[in-house]
Every structure is written in structure tokens, then in C-alpha cells.
């Protein structure tokens, strides 16, 4: 018997994943496992409706003790859309898409409604922006998934943070709130492409933390990688790292990695009511 997804998870991991038993078929998973970011968009427009619709389907995940910590900023106005884009002229998709959402966290609303309800609280703590993060990606990618069932493609945006002060000051965003990331969408212009993962064995663990065989599922990535898709062409400040006989995913990702992104967003949160202490 042929194993369902089969093509999905070669798709996906560049080789094949047995998954060691029958399984329910389901075409809206088997999209999942192929879905891909979208950063090319046609000149037909998303209906306000259905923009509506997948922002309801977005504030439709779940939510960490209910508290309800994620809120969302749809930019309509193109004057504001546009000066949102000039700060990223790297991604001239901010400006292009149809739609641009921006997604955040919210640790604001819950002190506002103790306000309301008469019991002063400070949700400033680490606990507070974290469970505000995670909220806010949660609808974030709860409204990517809705957005690509419907045929839509999207990409998230989080350079956003990399231009804090303007951001907030654009977006007019009070304390305590924050941009987890934003979300440009569109009918696709094109296919795009499934960009491979790594794989399960250095993923997921079982009943404990295991990383002993990490460098060996990195290297097989990397190889499987390169023979899909080579990026060795592309390879990041030769400057300050030479130029690598073999460039693969690990190796472009450490580059990037060590060179800091996001500098000035603790300070900035830090400026807007967040210590990261303890709570209290
Ligand atoms: C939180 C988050 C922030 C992202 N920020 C950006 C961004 O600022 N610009 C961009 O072009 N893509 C951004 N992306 C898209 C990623 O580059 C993309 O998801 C990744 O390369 C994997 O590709 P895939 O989604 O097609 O599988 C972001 C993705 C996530 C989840």
C-alpha cells in the first residue's frame, strides 16, 4: 500500500518520511506540509470580506490562559502603508501586496481591563510580554494557514522591529504593545517554492532532549539542500568569512546569524513599560 503525503514529505524534508502506520488522508494537511510563503502578488484585489473573514479565523486561535493578548493593525490608508514601505526598501512587497496586516502583541489590553474592573496590575514582566508574543504569533500564523486555504499567499514581516521607533510612531502604537510581525496578502503571482526542512531526527526528541547526532542530520540537510536548490553562488560577506569550497544551508545561517539583527527592540520595549523581571 502506498503511504499518503508521501510527495508532500519529499517535498517538504528532500527525502522520504516514513511514517510507520496508516494515517487519515486529509487534502487541507496534505497543503500544509506543502504551503509556502508568497512574496509576489497579482494586480487583483483581496475583498474586504474576506480579509475580515481570515482576521476572524486569526483571533480564532487559542490564546494563553484566554487572557486574549493578541490585537492586529490592518494599514488601509496608502499614505501610511507608504511610509511604512520606504523604511524597507529591501522588500518592496511591504508596499506591493494587496493587503498589510501587522500583528501584535498586546500586554496593554489586560491592564486596561483591570483598570476597568478596578484591580490595579502590572503585566510588564517577562511573563507578560511573552505570553503577549506568543499570542500575537499564534494569530499571526493561525491567519496564514486560513489565508492559504482559501488559495491566498503571504509573507510575515518581521524586519518591522528593525525600525522600532518609526514603526511604533506610523502605527501609533502605546505601551506595552509591540508588532510580532507583519503580514503582506495576495492572490500569488506565481507557483513559489516548497522550502525544505530540517529533518525530524534533529527536531524532535523523544521523552528527552537529544542533540548527539545533530551535525549528521545537518550535514544531510545541507547536501540534500544544495542538490535542490544551490546557494553557493550567494554566499554571504566573503569579507569577514572566505569564501566556503561547500555553501549550504548551516553555513549561510551561522553568517547570518552572527551578525546581531533587531538591536534597539529591548531598549525600545524596555522604554515602553516592559522590565523582563519577574513578576510581582
Ligand atoms: C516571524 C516571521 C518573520 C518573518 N519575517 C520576514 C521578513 O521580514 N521578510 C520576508 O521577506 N520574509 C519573512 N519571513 C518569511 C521567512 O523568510 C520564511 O517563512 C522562511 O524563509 C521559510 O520559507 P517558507 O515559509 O516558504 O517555508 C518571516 C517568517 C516568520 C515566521
Known sequence: MTQPYQDELQA??????????????????????????????????VADALVRL???????ASSKSDYQQASAIWVRE????????????????????????????DARRLERIGELRGHRLDNGALEGFFNAAVDGALALQTCTLAAEAVGLGTCPISVMRNRIAEVADILALPDKVFPVAGLCLGWPAGQGFVSMRLPLAATVHVDRYDESRLA?????????????????????APDRFGTADFYGWSEDKARQAAVPEGTGFATWLKARGFTFDEPR
Do not use: C, N
Open 12 to 45: 517538504r524534508f528532500g527525502e522520504s518520511v516514513p511514517l510507520g502506520g496508516e494515517v487519515p488522508q486529509d487534502a487541507w494537511l496534505g497543503r500544509v506540509l506543502t504551503r509556502r510563503t508568497h512574496r509576489r502578488y497579482a494586480d487583483r484585489p
Open 54 to 60: 481570515l482576521l476572524a479565523a486569526a483571533f480564532s
Open 78 to 105: 496608502r499614505a501610511r502603508r507608504d511610509r511604512l514601505a520606504a523604511l524597507f526598501p529591501d522588500m518592496p512587497w511591504i508596499g506591493a501586496a494587496p493587503v498589510f496586516l501587522v500583528f501584535l502583541g
Open 216 to 236: 549528521e542530520a545537518v550535514d544531510g540537510y545541507d547536501r540534500r539542500r544544495d542538490a535542490r536548490h544551490s546557494i553557493k553562488d550567494r554566499q554571504r
